[in-house]
Structures are given as structure tokens and as C-alpha cells.
């Protein structure tokens, strides 16, 4: 069923969801945080974590069931042909939404903060033909990069801990300010920030050895990745005072233009850098999880002859997100979808698949 | 063939897509090293640049250009002076921000949002205060053979190394900036002669200038700050006579002073709020010290030092209790008091923030300065 040579390890797939979960949320995500949760961001952001790893179990849990079929394949054993299709289809179109508006945001802080005479379109170009060179690729060849380049988070980490020369632990006091209904209301915003722990419904049948390893593997990465974003809000959080956080949207790349080594005089610029390679294979991970659906239903399978048209959709959907009140409603239409899609659907299907006992091969 | 038409056209395609849109040449360039800013009579802003020229000689040295110009924001003053002067002005290499006295006891966040917003002007630019005008001391153009942006950044910087004034950069300031519960601090610069004098620090509070502190007592307020640069040197009478000040009346004069340089340093501070929200704060230094010189004694009996321990320490914390009243009165809270009590007393804090300047000259300072000679050089 799943060629050999795509068939990737169980530490590969924590790279994997390690790298599409680290997306362009976490420049903004502390400003976000401040604004509902003030000093106790952090604190939301390990109760998102938290969630995130129920999630998972429910989805592993599902996967589980049918060790051999990717979402596509498995959707419609659980819920008939025409139904099942139907929300294959849906599922194709939240990967899309969600790379869209990915790209859509990387194409908004680049502009910016660094190309600021660019026009948006070669920007997203730019990135997409990027994107696309990566994910016409098999699984292997794309876990492999993923692997490598998780590199550049021990970087980034490494640059915030410039940012502790100025720091003030006071800022974050007192930390129940907001009271412990906001924390957890915030913890809901910081959920999307750590999209895409879902390649997990596409990657399981690729992975090889027993479920048991690969929810471990899943649990790791984003364990990993919660506490990265802890990091990186608690960094944000003593640096900047609460009355200045609400002006700074990107608190991370902030922080770092003030300060300048012996060669180097922008240090944000360099963190930039980083972060477009992360966010770039984010991209790649939603494309890839869409383009193995089109790959099926139009393609027999080759994923790569999806992907350039998938590009073009991508392109326009960023195209079409700039001004605010369109991505306003991308957020909205995202977090909405998010539930559906990875919340409430794979559990009214875990459910029916229980109780039909409904397994794959 | 597919493929090779593909790659043409990517190719010209990548020619022509590299760079050309946000591409700024060095060259098409004139840098700004630093910029002044001083109150004009019409309510408007006089701004003085000093712009960097390096001629294309090998042999020349590079020169400096001053230019003042006057518009209502400083962005709109910096768009005058480009009017005036060929290629375009940029401020990647800003490296000070010069702000006139008169201007600074006005509110200065105005003044400095244009360098906040902007994403390409360099955040890492050291400020200070000017006294007179900054137009004055930027109109130097040299003091002595350096050329005045490079002698004031540097000097600033060597300031910094000696304790003597706060390591401020604007991104530094700007949490404090808009943070009720503290102010900030910013050297301060003084014409002397053909030269800069920098050794004292101006005093903020709500953005706005309200006094300064002596050298010494600038000195003193860093140390209670916990900011101890790399070399923290005080001098100290330690006449038993009291303060006599003439060689004529003291002829031993010059054997009372000591010089000595502060080698560790631990501070401490606590808020407490008492009864009645008397707000009470205890701040405890500890200084391990080396004498420098001091011709009077011979530092080898364990009396002696431990008489000179004594005195310093009484003579430190009166400098300290001295630091702390002038800050009162500037209304100044550099040590973030209300900041302490936004965090830890937030109740207290509630009910004090609305007229937290004038709180602020109520709450009680009690400085305890510990001084202990370790070190007396290679005599004794």
C-alpha cells in the first residue's frame, strides 16, 4: 500500500510535527497572550499544550484503528462512499485554508519588517516556488529536511536568551492578574499557534513500528514545541513592560532589533531569516497533507502532480488576504474549522467507528 | 526541451526578480550619526544632523556635515534637511539622540516615536540630555581631532564602563517609557569649554525632564540600581576634622582623601507596605572595595581597616540616603518602586497610582551601605 521509500521513522515523525507545528504564530503570539491573560500568557500557553496532547490521543486513537489508511482512506469505510468523500473533500480544503493563511501572514510580516518596497506577490511567489520544490518530494525526502532543519529553533532559542540582559521578572507579576477564567480563555488562543500536530490523521500508515511508538513520538514533538512557545512568551513577557505590549505586535523580532553584536548589527533580521526557513516547512507540511488527498482522488496516488495547482490556490488565497477584515476572517474561519476538522469530527468518528467496530486491516 | 525551457525561464525570471524593489544603495546614501533636537520659538521642532562623509580618497579622513533644519515631527524635520542635501538621508548608522534641555522637560515620547515605528532605524542608538541646547554641542563638529558624533557615542560609552551614567539605548528606554510604575534615567551633556562633559544623569519622570544628579550621586544611584559597570571609583574626605577645605586651614589636607574602586557589589531591595500604606523600602548594598589611594595610613593593622569600613560605610549611606532625596524631589523613580508594588501590592498600588508622582515623594527610603576593604594594591 504505502511505498516503501516514503515510509518514514518514528523520530522523523516528531520532527515532522515538530515542524509544522512552529508556524508564523509564534512572532505574535505573546502580544495576543498579554493582551487577554497579561502576565500569565505563559501559563496558557502549557494549558494549550495540554489540550493539544488530548487531541492527539483522540486522533491516534482514531488513526489506530485503521493502521494502513491515510484520513482519505479511512473516511469513507467509517461513514459510507459519498459521505466519506465528501469530507475528504473538506479535509482538503482545511489543509489549503490553513496553509493559505500561513503564507498570507509570512507575506504580511516580511512586508513588514525587511522587503518593505516588495509588492506581495513576489514575495508569495517567492516562497512558493520554495515551498514547492520541497513538497513535490516524497514523505522521506521531506521528514529528512525536517529533521535538519529543526536546528535553526535551538537558534532561535539561542537569540532570545539575548533578549535576558534587560529583562524584568516584575513585569509578569502578579501573575493571576487577569484571574485564572481569562488564563484558560487565552489558552484558547494560544491553540492555534500549534496547528498542525494534525499531519498526524495523513503521516500515520507512512510511520513504521507499533501505534504505541508513534503516539509517543507525536506526544514528544509536541511537548517539545510547547515548551519552545512557553519560552518564547515568558521571554516576550519580562522583556516588554504591560503597558508596551499592546504596541508591539511582534514582541520576539522587537526585542532582538535593538540589539547588535561586534559584525552583526540586526540581529532581528537574522532571527527573520530563521523563521522563514520554520514557516516555510510548515507550509510544506499543510501542503503535503492536502496534495496526498488530491494526489488520491485525481492523481492515482502521485501527490506531485497535485502540488503545482495546489500552489496556485495558495497564492491566490494570500492574495486575496490583505487587508484586515479579510484576515480577521481567516482567523475566524480557521479557528472554526480547526474545531470541526480536528476536534469534533475525528471524535463523533472515533465514537461511530467504536461503536460499528469499524477497523482497517 | 521541457526542461530546458523551464530553466530559462526561471532563470530570467530570478534576474530580474533579485532584490530591485527594496534594494538601497550605500552609495545613493548620506548617513545620519546622530541627531539633535531642540525646541523652536513657533512651537515647532529644530533639529541639527550630523551627517557622515566619506570622501572617496583613500588618504582623507571622513568629515562631518552639520545641517539644522525645523518641521512640527522630527520625521518631518529630517524630509527638510533632505531637501537641503543631496542623496537621500538614512539612519541605519544613527548612533546617539541628542535632546535639548528645554525639549526634554516636555514630554519626549513624541520626539522618539518616529524611531520606534520605523523598522528600519536603529533601536541600539544611545540618548542623552543636552544641557543648553543640543544644537550647541553638535555645532562643535570636533572636539579636540575627533569628530563630535564619534566623540560623544564614544564618550557616552566610556561613561558607561565607568559607572558613571546608565546604559541607555531607545529600545532599552521604551518598556519604561510607557510604564507607569517607572522612570528612566539618561546621561547627561554638558558643553565645557571646546569639549563634552559627560558625568551626570538627567532625571525623568512621566517622560519628562525634572532635575539632575551630581556625578557622585549618579554614581550612587546606579550602584543602588544594581547596575555596577566594569570600574565604580568614589573619593572621600576622611578628615575626622569635618569638612575643612583649604590647604591653609588643614595643611594635612591631601593625606585625608581616599580614593578606592568598587570591585563586587550585592544589592538588595524590598518593598514593604505597612499600616496605613506607608510605603517603606529597604535597600541594602554590600560592596567589596580595594583602596586606590590613600596616603594618609598604612592599611596593615586590622584596626585601621576596620575603622576605614566603618566611616566609608556611614559616609556611603548618607551618600546613598543624599541619592534618594534628590531623587524625591525630581520626582524621579528610577529604582521602579511603583513597579514593585504594580507587581507585589497591587491593592496598594490601585489606590496610589492616580497620583503616584506625588506618592512617590512619601515613601521612605532606608539605604544601608555596607563597604568592606579587601584589596589595598601592592603596598600597604
Redesign the interface.
Known amino acids: 500500500m504505502i511505498p516503501e521509500k516514503s515510509k518514514i521513522t518514528q523520530g522523523q515523525l516528531m520532527f515532522f510535527i515538530i515542524q509544522s507545528q512552529v508556524g508564523v504564530g509564534i512572532l505574535t503570539l505573546p502580544h495576543k497572550l498579554q493582551e487577554s491573560a497579561k502576565g500569565a500568557g505563559w501559563i496558557s500557553v502549557l494549558i494549550a499544550g495540554l489540550a493539544v496532547q488530548v487531541i492527539i490521543v483522540i486522533l491516534w486513537a482514531l488513526c489506530r484503528r485503521f493502521p494502513s489508511d491515510t484520513i482519505y482512506g479511512f473516511l469513507p469505510k467509517i461513514t459510507g462512499k459519498f459521505l466519506g468523500n465528501l469530507l475528504c473533500f473538506l479535509y482538503i480544503g482545511y489543509f489549503l485554508f490553513s496553509a493559505g493563511t500561513v503564507l498570507a501572514k509570512f507575506a504580511d510580516v516580511v512586508g513588514r519588517w525587511v522587503l518593505l518596497a516588495t509588492p506581495r506577490w513576489a514575495l508569495l511567489i517567492l516562497a512558493l516556488l520554495t515551498c514547492m520544490y520541497l513538497a513535490k518530494e516524497n514523505l522521506r525526502v521531506i521528514a529528512r529536511l525536517f529533521v535538519i532543519s529543526s536546528l535553526t529553533i535551538i537558534v532561535m532559542v539561542a537569540l532570545s536568551l539575548c533578549g535576558y540582559v534587560n529583562a524584568n521578572f516584575s513585569y509578569i507579576f502578579p501573575i493571576t492578574e487577569a484571574g485564572w477564567g481569562n488564563i484558560i480563555k487565552s489558552a484558547n488562543e494560544a491553540l492555534f499557534p500549534l496547528v498542525g500536530y494534525e499531519a498526524i490523521l495523513v503521516l500515520y500508515p507512512f510511520v513504521e513500528g507499533k501505534s504505541g511508538g508513534k503516539l509517543k513520538a507525536a506526544s514528544l514533538g509536541n511537548m517539545m514545541i510547547t515548551l519552545f512557545y512557553t519560552f518564547e512568551v515568558f521571554t516576550s513577557l519580562v522583556i516588554f513592560s504591560p503597558a508596551v505590549m499592546p504596541a508591539v505586535s511582534e514582541p520576539l523580532l522587537y526585542m532582538l532589533k535593538g540589539f547588535s553584536f561586534q559584525i552583526i548589527q540586526r540581529i532581528d533580521l537574522i532571527f527573520l531569516s530563521l523563521w522563514v526557513f520554520v514557516v516555510s516547512n510548515a507550509m510544506v507540511s499543510w501542503i503535503y497533507m492536502a496534495t496526498v488527498g488530491l494526489g488520491r482522488f485525481f492523481h492515482r496516488g502521485e501527490h506531485k502532480k497535485a502540488v503545482p495547482y495546489t500552489i496556485c490556490i495558495l497564492f491566490i488565497l494570500a492574495m486575496i488576504a490583505q487587508e484586515p477584515s479579510v484576515t480577521d476572517f481567516y482567523d475566524q474561519a480557521i479557528k472554526v474549522s480547526h474545531y470541526t476538522f480536528v476536534v469534533g469530527l475525528p471524535l463523533i468518528l472515533l465514537c461511530f467507528a467504536y461503536f460499528m467496530r469499524k477497523r482497517g486491516t | 526541451m521541457k526542461r530546458i525551457c523551464f530553466l530559462c525561464v526561471m532563470m530570467s525570471l530570478l534576474l530580474f ?1 533579485a532584490g530591485c ?2 534594494q538601497d544603495l550605500l552609495k545613493d546614501a548620506r548617513l545620519i550619526y546622530g541627531g539633535g533636537y531642540d525646541p523652536a520659538p513657533n512651537g515647532k521642532l529644530r533639529v541639527t544632523f550630523v551627517i557622515r562623509d566619506v570622501p572617496s580618497g583613500e588618504q582623507q579622513s571622513p568629515k562631518n556635515d552639520i545641517i539644522t533644519t525645523e518641521g512640527d515631527t522630527p520625521r518631518d524635520a529630517r524630509d527638510h534637511a533632505d531637501d537641503q542635501v543631496s542623496r537621500h538621508i538614512r539612519t ?1 548608522k544613527n548612533r546617539f539622540i541628542l535632546i535639548g534641555e528645554e525639549l526634554a522637560k516636555q514630554d519626549i515620547y513624541p520626539v522618539l516615536e518616529v524611531f ?1 515605528r520605523d ?2 532605524s ?3 542608538a544611545r540618548i542623552g540630555v543636552a544641557q543648553g541646547t543640543a544644537e550647541d554641542i553638535l555645532s562643535l563638529k570636533k572636539v579636540g581631532n575627533v569628530l563630535i558624533a564619534e566623540e560623544i557615542d564614544e564618550l557616552i560609552k566610556s561613561k558607561e564602563e565607568t559607572t558613571t551614567v546608565p546604559k541607555v ?4 528606554i ?3 517609557m ?3 510604575g ?1 522612570d528612566f534615567v539618561l546621561p547627561y551633556l554638558m558643553e565645557q569649554g571646546a569639549r563634552v562633559n559627560v558625568s551626570r544623569i538627567a532625571m525623568f519622570h512621566n517622560n519628562k525632564f525634572t532635575g539632575t544628579l551630581s556625578s557622585e550621586e549618579s554614581t550612587m544611584y546606579l550602584l543602588l540600581k544594581g547596575r555596577k559597570g566594569k570600574v565604580t571609583r568614589f573619593t572621600q574626605n576622611m578628615s575626622t576634622k569635618g569638612e575643612m577645605s583649604t590647604t591653609e586651614e588643614n595643611p594635612q589636607i591631601r593625606y585625608d582623601f581616599l580614593t578606592f574602586n568598587v570591585d563586587k557589589l550585592k544589592q538588595k531591595m524590598k518593598v514593604k507596605v505597612q499600616s496605613g500604606d506607608q510605603i517603606t523600602v529597604h535597600l541594602k548594598l554590600k560592596m567589596k572595595v580595594s583602596v586606590i589611594e590613600y596616603p594618609k595610613d598604612r592599611l596593615e593593622k586590622k584596626q585601621v581597616v576596620a575603622e576605614l569600613n566603618k566611616d566609608l560605610s556611614k559616609k556611603m549611606t548618607d551618600l546613598a540616603q543624599k541619592t534618594l532625596d534628590h531623587m524625591q524631589k525630581a520626582r524621579c523613580d528610577g529604582l ?1 518602586i511603583g ?2 508594588l ?3 501590592h ?1 491593592r496598594v498600588w490601585k489606590k496610589q497610582k492616580e497620583e503616584w508622582g506625588s506618592n512617590y515623594q512619601k515613601v521612605h527610603f532606608a539605604p544601608v551601605v555596607q563597604v568592606e576593604i579587601t584589596k589595598q594594591g601592592i603596598i600597604n
Do not use: C, H
Open positions: 526578480i524593489w527594496d541605519y520606534y523598522p528600519k536603529s533601536l541600539n539605548t531607545l529600545e532599552k521604551y518598556p519604561v510607557l510604564d507607569p517607572e521602579g513597579r514593585q504594580m507587581a507585589f497591587p
